[in-house]
């Protein structure tokens, strides 16, 4: 079934940068939707980013947009989170999570089933 596996996350100060991958694999339909989500400690799961592979289209959640960039290498089969001017509140765990299928991205993510372990990210001075 569909592997996904997370790493890059670690502890930064504020202000500071990380980039996290997403490695797929398993998928059995030409186009999918890779997404990024976090959840932190007493908060409730959040939408970070995703990007289509059937249009190139991208969403970043208001709290992440102009700090974020999400990509996709497909000679790789990996998707990265460049995480720049990280704040506190961005500490949590993050996941990434596959939904199969051609979609247009426009206002948010998409509810997936299909998750990785997670990374931890803590931002703290």
């Known amino acids: 079934q569909l592997q996904l596996v997370e790493s890059g996350g670690g502890l930064v100060q504020p202000g500071g940068s990380l980039r996290l991958s997403c490695v797929a694999s398993g998928f059995t339909r030409r186009h999918h939707v890779i997404e990024w989500f976090r959840q932190a400690p007493g908060k409730e799961r959040e939408a970070v980013s995703c990007?289509?592979?059937?249009?190139?289209?991208?969403v970043y959640a208001d709290s992440v947009k102009g700090r974020f960039t999400i990509s996709r290498d497909s000679a790789n089969n990996t998707v990265h989170l460049q995480m720049n001017s990280l704040r506190p509140d961005d500490t949590a765990v993050y996941y990434c999570?596959?939904?199969?299928?051609?979609?247009?991205?426009?206002?948010?993510?998409?509810?997936?089933?299909?998750w990785g372990q997670g990374t931890q990210v803590t931002v703290s001075s």
């Open positions: 999570a596959a939904v199969e299928g051609s979609y247009h991205l426009a206002r948010g993510c998409i509810d997936s089933n299909n």
């Open positions: 990007i289509s592979t059937a249009d190139g289209s991208i």
